[in-house]
T-cell receptor, first 113, second 109 residues
Framework: NAGVTQTPKFRVLKTGQSMTLLCAQDMNHEYMYWYRQDPGMGLRLIHY???????AKGEVPDGYNVSRLKKQNFLLGLESAAPSQTSVYFC????????????FGNGTRLTVT | EDQVTQSPEALRLQEGESSSLNCSYT??????LFWYRQDPGKGPEFLFTLYSAGEEKEKERLKATLTKKESFLHITAPKPEDSATYLCAVKQGAQKLVFGQGTRLTINP
């Protein structure tokens, strides 16, 4: 079972460049999430989706866009990268019930210079 | 605003030395408190969910308990392989988890 798979694992961008992070899950989960993790800040929610074709803003959405064209995939885009977006990005998915835990991928480490 | 605070930030123990990690929370209507373990370079791995004060859950050397204001993760006779960062989170509405900053636990052999 692959679970939640994130690509790429590492990426270095220059300020102003764009990129897309891909998340894929094979557990038929309805809900998907993008978090960022920074030292001393914990995990913060960027955007999430409660189903195919839907997206919603989380706690820190500025500078990011997302799309959920297929149930199993959730894409996170950075249109014009900034050094403040240097972070580790985690994708997660869940069944969406109140008692459903989130299942996480192993993260993408992004550095913006 | 829902808040989750974990203490201590870091904890170093000798193998076999039992201790507890704390997670205090303020949330309007708790819908679940979750504990995760995170190893370096990996995503968080789910451990427990607690729903109501007085509830307890156990897994190997770990036991999680819940009161109306906080949760404790008790580690009994830990081994070096228990070294990790432990994260606490509360459910916000039906969809989102709000995380604490984590406790980095190191068990020395």
């Amino acid at each position: 079972n692959a679970g939640v798979t994130q690509t790429p694992k590492f990426r270095v961008l220059k300020t102003g460049q764009s990129m897309t992070l891909l998340c894929a899950q094979d557990m038929n989960h309805e809900y998907m999430y993008w978090y960022r993790q920074d030292p001393g800040m914990g995990l913060r929610l960027i955007h999430y989706s409660v189903g195919e074709g839907t997206t919603a803003k989380g706690e820190v959405p500025d500078g990011y866009n997302v799309s959920r064209l297929k149930k199993q995939n959730f894409l996170l885009g950075l249109e014009s990268a900034a050094p403040s977006q240097t972070s580790v990005y985690f994708c997660a998915s869940s069944y969406g019930r109140v008692d459903s835990p989130l299942h996480f991928g192993n993260g993408t480490r992004l550095t913006v210079t | 605003e829902d808040q989750v605070t974990q203490s201590p930030e870091a904890l170093r123990l000798q193998e076999g030395e039992s201790s507890s990690l704390n997670c205090s929370y303020t949330v309007s209507g708790l819908r679940g408190l979750f504990w995760y373990r995170q190893d370096p370079g990996k995503g968080p791995e789910f451990l427990f969910t607690l729903y109501s004060a007085g509830e307890e859950k156990e897994k190997e050397r770990l036991k999680a308990t819940l009161t109306k204001k906080e949760s404790f993760l008790h580690i009994t006779a830990p081994k070096p392989e228990d070294s990790a960062t432990y994260l606490c989170a509360v459910k916000q509405g039906a969809q989102k988890l709000v995380f604490g900053q984590g406790t980095r636990l190191t068990i020395n052999p």
